[in-house]
C-alpha cells in the first residue's frame, strides 16, 4: 500500500514537472476561503482598551490590536478597511472564536498553556508584552505593592490578572478583597468613585484609564513594576492551519519591516531596494505569498495599511499615553520582538 | 343486517382504543424527548470534539486560583472550583432568602396601605408601585449600586449611631462577641416559636368548637421573645460588642454588608416587592365588600376583620402568584454580576473563563437555579395546599 502511494506521489511530481506546473499547495483552508468569499475579516477586539482598540465618536476603531487586524485584512484582501470589528467581553472571547463568530481574535488575550491547549486554539507571535500593574490614588502615598494589604482591588472577572492578584498576594501574606465587575466602564467607574483603593489590569491598559476615565489624571499613580507575564497574542482556532500561518506571518512582516526600516512612507520605495530580504518580503522578487495562500503583495499591503511595528506602537501608546516600549522594542535594541526569517 | 353483525371497522381497530391511545401517546413523547436530549448531548460532544476543547468535569477538584470578595463559607484562592461553586449558590441563596424575606414585608405593606382609606398613604404607595415595577430591574440594581458608590469614603464614613459606619464600601455594624450562652437563648426560642404555635392552634380550636375569641398577639409574641430573653438575663446579661474599627484601607470587625450585597438587595427587594404589594391589593379586593359591611354590623373590630375574615380568603388569591415572584426573585439575585455581587453566575462566569469549560459551568448554573426553583415551588405549593378554603 505504501509503495503504491509512493509510486502514484512520484508520478503526480513526474506530471507537474513534464507539464510544467508548480508544485501544487494545500488549497485554501475554511477561514481564508469563507473571508475572501466574505470580502471581510471578522475581528474581535476589546469593547474599550485605550492604546488596543477603542472605537472614536465616529465609531471607528483605533489602537495596536485594531492594526494588526487591520494589517491581515490587508494582506488578505489587499484593503486594511474591509474589517469588521465585533467587541466581545472577555468571558465571551473565546466561545466567540471557538464557534467561527470571528475569524481571529486580537483582543489583549494572555497566551496560556490551558488556552493553547483545551480551549483548542492556537496563539500566534506576541504582539505586546505586559503583566499585572497597579493603580492607586496618590494622596494613599502608596509606592509598593507590600502596602496593598487588605485592599478593595477592582480587577476584571476571567482575566489572568484575577489568578496573577490571588497568587500575589498570598504568597506574600496579605489579604485583600477583589471586586469583580464583568463591564469594563463599570469596573473602572467602581474605581474612580472609590469603591476600590487599587484598579488592577494588565499595566499597559492603566494608563488609558488615568489619561481618559480620572477626574484628575495626576491623582493617580501607576505602580513601578509587572506582577506577572502577559504576552499578548492573536488567537486563532486550532482546526485551520493555513490560516494560522497567515496571522503569525503578518505579525512577523510588520517585526522584520521595522528592522529593515521598511516604512508606511517609504513602502513603495523599497520595493526597488537592494537588499534581498526586503524585496523578499514586499513581493517584488520570488512569491512568498503563495506559500500561505495569500498574494503577492501581501505583506507590502499589510505595511501599507498600518506601517512597520515600531509605527503601530507609536501611534496608538505615543501621547497622551506615553507607555515607554520598554520589552516591546526590537530585539537589536534590547527588546523582545524578533521577527522570523521570510524565506 | 349485515351491517349490524359487522359495526364499522374502525371502531373496533386497535388505534382507536382509548387505553392504546393512552399508553401510545406517551411512549411516543418519550421517545422524542429521549432522542432530543440524546440528539444534544451527541451534538455538544461532537463539536467541542471537533474543536478540540477538552471536556469533563475534573476541573472541579482543581484550585481556582482566583478570590471572592465575600463567602458564607470560608474560601481561598488554593482551594478547588467545586468549592468555589459551593460558595457562589450560598451567596446566591443568602440573597434570595433575605430578598424573598424583605420583597414580602414591603409587598405585604404596600399591599395594605393601596387599599387604605387614608387618601395620603394609598396614594404614596401606588406611587411606589407605578414606579418600581415599571422600570426594569437591570436599572434599580445599577441605580442603587450607583447611589452606594456616591457615598464617601471609610475616613469621612457616615456615623449615624455609635460603632456603625456607612461609606462607599458599604455598611459596617458592630455584632455581639459570642458567648457561651448564646446558643442555649436560641435553643429557647425555638422553644418559644413551638410554644407560640400551640398557643395559637389551641386558640383556634376553643374559638371553633366555643366560639370563644381569646388574643393571640400578645401571649405568643411574649412568649417567643419572653423565654430567651429570661434565660439570657438569668444567665447574668452577657453582652459584649465587636465594634468595627477603622484600619488601614478598611473596617475591621463586627458585620460588615458589602456595597453590591446591599445595591443588590434594595435592588430586587423593592422591584419584586412592588409586584407583591399589586397581588396583596388584589387578594383583599378579591374578598366581597358584603362580606365586610356584613362584619362591621355585626360590631367585628377592623383588626379582627382583617384577620379572621380578609387575610383568609385573601391568601388563596395571594399564594400562587407570590410563589413565581418568589423564582423570579430568585433568578433576578444573578444580576449581581452586573455590580460585582460574588453570586452563582459571577463566579461561574469567572470559572468559565479560567478552565474554557463553557457547557459544564453553565450545565451547573442551570441544574443549581432549577433546583432553588423547583424547591421554592414545592415549599409554596405546600403552604398553598394549607391556606386553602377546604371543602366540608
Known sequence: MRKLLMAAALVAFAGNILIGTEPALAADGPTLTAIKKRGELICGVHQGRYGFAIADKKGKWKGLDVDICKAVAAAVLGDGNKVKYIPLGSVQRFPALQSGQVDMLSRTTTITLTRDSALGLNFGPPTFYTGTGFMVRKKLGITKVDQLDGAAICVFPGSTTEKNIAALFKSKGMKMTPVVIENSKELVSAYMAGRCDVLAMDQAGLPGHQQYDAKTPSDHVILDGVYSKEPLAVGVRADDDQWFDITKWVVHALFNAEEWGITQANVDKMKASKDPNVTRLLGATGNLGKKIGLGKSWAYDAIKAVGNYGEVYDRNWGPPLNLARGVNKLWTKGGLMYGFPMK | ?392
Open chain 2, 1 to 392: 343486517m349485515a351491517e349490524q353483525a359487522h359495526p364499522p371497522k374502525t371502531n373496533r381497530s386497535i388505534l382507536h382504543s382509548i387505553a392504546f391511545r393512552n399508553v401510545a401517546y406517551q411512549l411516543l413523547l418519550a421517545a422524542a424527548l429521549i432522542f432530543l436530549g440524546w440528539y444534544l448531548y451527541y451534538n455538544i460532544n461532537e463539536n467541542l470534539d471537533r474543536q478540540n476543547i477538552a471536556t469533563g468535569w475534573s476541573f472541579l477538584s482543581e484550585p481556582a486560583g482566583f478570590d471572592i470578595s465575600e463567602s458564607i463559607i470560608p474560601f481561598d484562592s488554593s482551594q478547588t472550583f467545586a468549592r468555589i461553586f459551593a460558595a457562589g449558590v450560598l451567596n446566591t441563596l443568602h440573597i434570595a432568602f433575605v430578598g424573598i424575606f424583605l420583597a414580602t414585608l414591603l409587598g405585604v405593606i404596600m399591599g395594605i396601605a393601596r387599599v387604605s382609606r387614608n387618601w395620603l398613604v394609598s396614594k404614596l404607595a401606588s406611587a411606589y408601585v407605578e414606579i418600581c415595577r415599571n422600570v426594569p430591574v437591570v436599572l434599580h440594581v445599577i441605580f442603587w449600586s450607583s447611589i452606594i458608590r456616591l457615598l464617601p469614603h471609610p475616613r469621612q464614613a457616615l456615623e449615624p449611631f455609635n460603632g456603625a459606619f456607612i461609606s462607599n464600601r458599604g455598611l459596617m455594624l458592630p455584632f455581639p462577641v459570642d458567648n457561651v450562652l448564646y446558643p442555649w437563648v436560641a435553643f429557647t426560642l425555638v422553644l418559644g416559636i413551638g410554644g407560640a404555635l400551640i398557643f395559637t392552634r389551641w386558640a383556634r380550636y376553643r374559638r371553633e368548637h366555643t366560639g370563644q375569641y381569646i388574643a393571640v398577639f400578645w401571649p405568643s409574641t411574649s412568649i417567643t421573645i419572653g423565654l430567651p430573653l429570661l434565660v439570657w438575663a438569668l444567665g447574668g446579661a452577657p453582652l459584649s460588642w465587636d465594634y468595627p474599627e477603622l484600619k488601614g484601607f478598611n473596617y475591621q470587625g463586627g458585620i460588615s454588608l458589602s456595597p453590591e450585597y446591599i445595591a443588590l438587595l434594595i435592588g430586587i427587594t423593592v422591584y419584586t416587592g412592588a409586584f407583591i404589594a399589586e397581588i396583596v391589593r388584589s387578594g383583599i379586593e378579591s374578598i366581597h365588600r358584603g362580606q365586610i359591611e356584613a362584619s362591621r354590623a355585626l360590631g367585628l373590630r377592623h383588626s379582627f376583620i382583617m384577620r379572621y375574615i380578609t387575610i383568609p380568603q385573601a391568601l388563596r388569591v395571594i399564594v400562587p402568584p407570590t410563589a413565581s415572584q418568589y423564582l423570579s426573585l430568585t433568578k433576578n439575585s444573578s444580576l449581581g454580576v452586573l455590580i460585582g455581587y460574588p453570586d452563582l453566575v459571577n463566579i461561574g462566569n469567572t470559572s468559565l473563563n479560567q478552565t474554557g469549560q463553557a457547557v459544564e459551568a453553565i450545565a451547573i448554573m442551570m441544574l443549581v437555579y432549577l433546583t432553588i426553583s423547583l424547591t421554592i415551588s414545592i415549599l409554596m405549593n405546600f403552604y398553598n395546599k394549607l391556606v386553602a378554603i377546604r371543602e366540608r
